[in-house]
């Protein structure tokens, strides 16, 4: 084998395995919604999270925010990064496993 194969065969293999982006975190079925406390737009839709239904709340920043919601801190960023969350607040509606919708910025949010 020359070495250009060689070289190919291992450039294969290193973007085959060790560059793939890992498995995205499972979100659970029903509404989720991503804040920050640091977003002027989340801290206004906060009061709301609390009187949807079955709502999973993750927050970017601040682990206590929304204060009234049991929210669960992406301190790494990873549901963020693995889901394309671009801008806050972003609601997605997940069904089975998959997300089916996604609405954001906060004026389409206030259309629910």
Do not use: N
């Not at 975190?25 to 206004?44: N, T």
Request: glycine share 4%; net charge negative; with cysteine.
């Amino acid at each position: 084998m020359t070495l250009v194969a060689q070289t190919w065969e291992y450039v294969e293999h290193v973007t085959a395995t060790e560059l793939e982006r890992p498995t995205a975190p499972a979100l659970p079925d029903g509404l989720v919604v991503v804040v920050k406390e640091e977003c002027e737009c989340c801290r206004m839709v906060a009061p709301l999270l609390g009187a949807l239904p079955a709502v999973t709340v993750y927050t970017q920043d601040d682990p206590a925010f929304p204060a009234d919601v049991d929210a669960t801190h992406d301190a790494d960023l990873a549901v963020s990064y693995h889901h394309a969350i671009e801008t806050v607040p972003t609601l997605l509606r997940i069904v089975d496993g998959v997300e089916v919708e996604r609405l954001g910025p906060v004026h389409e949010v206030a259309r629910l």
